[in-house]
């Protein structure tokens, strides 16, 4: 457990080399290295080329002496770690008669008078205590791990009043601790209306920024603060009020935007300068574009354009406009109840028009992206944490060449194996 590794012979090694987001076309430059080799010290990438290249550069049994890992990936391709960049990792309870609902043609207004959607799982996060939702988070984070997933985000939005959104949160920074997976905080009060403020959103809103924030802010709950911008939830006027004043007490920004009708959100964070904005479903050309000048990424999340049968995000346009497109699962337990990685790469290249490049791009260096840490990881490069996971085939196509089954042999986290 020491963070000392030494990967040879990978028939692919598949860096996504890179420090920021890969925009449009660049996003098809994966800068793969055949028989490939990286040395990982103390955690952090210190070498990486062709294995000749890094054999002749280090004394591979001197790393021995020194208990570093050799890893033989003879036949096997090498990839940075996953990144999920759209979660709702903490919630209680479930919602799985809501699929048969809606294969019979029910309504989100039907199925909220049969007493589902958000207002349930709120009800049941209310209830459930720290120690249980810590115990299904470790579950879940375990389940990703498998996948190939190293870093995820995780929204709150599951309380809508304080005490249970704190509550979400210091869960998520408990989970981080406990588990290898590093889990990246969001905080998503406004992730729909209270029953109290149904007429009343702008008080929720001066609720959220005069009472919630400043405690998220000063514990240091949460690095990133999002907004649920859509028709009957929250206003461009109120989602931009939200989003300045939580930039003014340090918080990075997201929107949910544009899910369902074209609001005016992905517009909204390129003005605000967010720094994803996630689903698009409904996106204008304008705000796309406004988008790829500002540099948002855009975080598609086709897993849930699948559960719900809707129309897919129009990520084809989206990187044909210079857009940096990232891929997450959006896991959560109403729309999107999974976290498999090789479903949203599959659906992402069939749906979407994404080449298995891009899809590769928008898992790693661009999902990094959406969470500031393109500097940190989502390539495999020297200087950064050694987060990679090696598949049981030579080639990276084999993602979606194999669809929807999991492909990742070994996971690797910070130079220690996490997952074989």
Known sequence: MNGNMLIKNASQLVTCSGFAAKQGKTMSNLHVIEDGAVVIENGFITHVGPTSDILSKVD?????????????????????????????????????????????????????????????????????????????????????????????????????????????????????????????????????????????????????????????????????????????????????????????????????????????????????????????????DQGIQEMAKKGVVATLLPGTAFSLNEPYARARYMIDQNCAVALATDFNPGSCFTYSIPLIAVLAALRMKMTPEEVISALTINAAAALDRADQIGSIDAGKIGDLVILEYPSYEFILYHMGVNTVETVIKKGTIIKK
């Open 60 to 284: 591979e049994k001197q790393l021995q002496k020194q208990s570093f890992d050799i890893i033989d990936a003879t036949n096997k391709a090498a990839l940075p770690g996953f990144v999920d960049s759209h979660t709702h990792l903490v919630f209680g309870g479930y919602r799985a008669e809501e699929f048969s609902w809606r294969l019979k043609g029910d309504t989100y207004m039907d199925i909220m008078k049969k007493g589902g959607g958000i207002v349930k799982t709120v009800a049941a996060t209310q209830k459930a205590s720290k120690a249980e939702l810590i115990k299904i988070g470790l579950r879940r984070l375990d389940a990703m791990v498998a996948f190939g997933v190293t870093t995820i985000e995780s929204k709150s939005g599951y309380g809508l009043d304080k005490d249970t959104e704190i509550k979400q949160l210091e869960v998520m920074a408990e989970l981080n601790k406990q588990h290898p997976v590093d889990v990246v905080s969001t905080f998503l009060g406004a992730h729909a209306v209270p029953g109290d403020y149904k007429e009343k959103k702008d008080d929720y809103i001066t609720f959220i920024i005069d009472q919630v924030l400043p405690t998220i802010a000063k514990n240091r709950l949460a690095e990133f603060c999002d907004v649920f911008c859509e028709k009957d939830v929250f206003s461009i006027n109120q989602s931009r009020r939200l989003l300045l004043k939580a930039k003014d007490m340090g918080f990075k920004t997201k929107i949910h935007a544009d899910e369902i009708t074209p609001l005016g959100g992905a517009e909204l964070a390129a003005e605000v300068g967010a720094v994803s904005a996630d689903h698009l479903l409904s996106a204008s």
